[in-house]
């Protein structure tokens, strides 16, 4: 089986730091782009961070920007989402994704594998 896999999630408190993190499982994702999305309920699925496969180019969604920082680490597989500062508005489920093809960070359609989802909880 080839997928990912998410740990780190929780609840915290309003400006607290958490740190979500993703290795892929069955195969290697080293030369992907690896990104983070999140959803909450009764919308869609919306894009957080995302990272190319040499760790060079980093593109995040405005509500992030100065708080969440994605870096990874190739000899692990694995992607990490540094967040600082958290708001009640960060409160939602969060989804590591992987695609294979060329830089494309905020497309859904591009990302051909997907976690199980972690659960954030911002609590004010």
């Known amino acids: 089986q080839v997928h990912l896999i998410e740990s780190g999630g929780g609840l915290v408190q309003v400006g607290a730091s958490l740190n979500l993190s993703c290795a892929g499982s069955?195969?290697?994702?080293?030369?992907?782009?690896l990104g983070w999305f999140r959803q909450t309920p009764g919308k869609e699925r919306e894009f957080v961070a995302a990272?190319?496969?040499?760790?060079?180019?980093?593109y995040y969604a405005d509500s992030v920007k100065g708080r969440f920082t994605i870096s990874r680490d190739t000899s692990k597989d694995t992607v990490i989402l540094h967040m600082n500062n958290l708001k009640p508005a960060d409160t939602a489920v969060y989804y590591c994704?992987?695609?294979?093809?060329?830089?494309?960070?905020?497309?859904?359609?591009?990302?051909?594998?997907w976690g199980q989802g972690a659960q954030v909880t911002v609590s004010s």
């Open positions: 994704a992987a695609n294979p093809g060329p830089w494309e960070p905020m497309t859904r359609a591009a990302y051909d594998y």
């Open positions: 990272i190319n496969w040499a760790g060079r180019n980093t």
């Open positions: 069955g195969r290697s994702f080293k030369s992907y782009t």
